[in-house]
């Protein structure tokens, strides 16, 4: 698993809020996202925490666990929060984690959020496997929100048969928004 080069994360990094906030409102609209002051939140491959930032500031989840496997991408998420809002909000929890690997009990998270991180676990096999260590960690009826430009057909295809419903889906260029919702656990 190779990390971001510099000028990748240049690009990647550029995604600002203002991004995501259309995204929040879309998904909030269409009466999609339902995140309360008791939600368990797992975000994977989170960036710059640009998404996280905005979820806090609406919302202030019970819970966000905002994972990267690039130390330098988390040490920028942390930076970016102490900024916005002057400190690490208790509620946060930053850990280097890979995506493909999750170390967390089953059920623990109310929503899970992987925005343009699918592509990075490989080929569709990977991916796959990726899908199932997400539903693993979702409770029953928990929802996970992707976004992704590959392999777009085959991970909506792999999520209806391990029994997700898509409630949201949205082109944005080449990429989806997807938000499936799970209807029954497998
Ligand atoms: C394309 S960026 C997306 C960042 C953020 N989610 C966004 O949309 O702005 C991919 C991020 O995932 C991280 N990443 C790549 N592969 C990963 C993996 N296997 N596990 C966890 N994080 C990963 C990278 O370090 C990078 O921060």
């Not at 710059?48 to 991408?73: E, H, M, V």
């Not at 900024?83 to 509620?91: A, C, L, M």
């Not at 080929?123 to 777009?152: Q, W």
Request: no cysteine.
């Amino acid at each position: 698993m190779a990390k971001m080069t510099g000028f990748e994360k240049y690009f990647v990094n550029r995604r600002g809020e203002r991004f995501f906030e259309k995204l929040i409102d879309d998904l909030e609209t269409s009466g999609t996202l339902k995140i309360t002051g008791n939600s368990r939140i797992l975000e994977l491959g989170g960036g710059n925490g640009a998404l996280s930032s905005l979820i806090y500031k609406r919302y202030q989840p019970a819970s966000y666990t905002f994972t990267d496997y690039d130390p330098d991408q988390l040490a920028l998420a942390q930076e970016s929060m102490k900024e916005r809002f002057g400190e690490v909000p208790e509620s946060f929890t930053f850990q280097q984690a890979d995506a493909a690997d999750l170390v967390y009990k089953n059920g623990s998270f109310d929503l899970v959020i992987a925005h343009l991180i699918l592509h990075h676990l490989g080929g569709t096999d990977a991916i796959f496997s990726g899908l199932n260590e997400i539903s693993r960690v979702l409770v029953p009826g928990g929802t996970f929100l992707y976004t992704e430009f590959s392999h777009k057909k085959e991970i909506r295809a792999k999520l209806t048969e391990m029994g997700y419903a898509i409630t949201y889906k949205k082109g944005l260029h080449r990429e989806n928004a997807v938000a499936v919702k799970q209807t029954a656990k497998n």
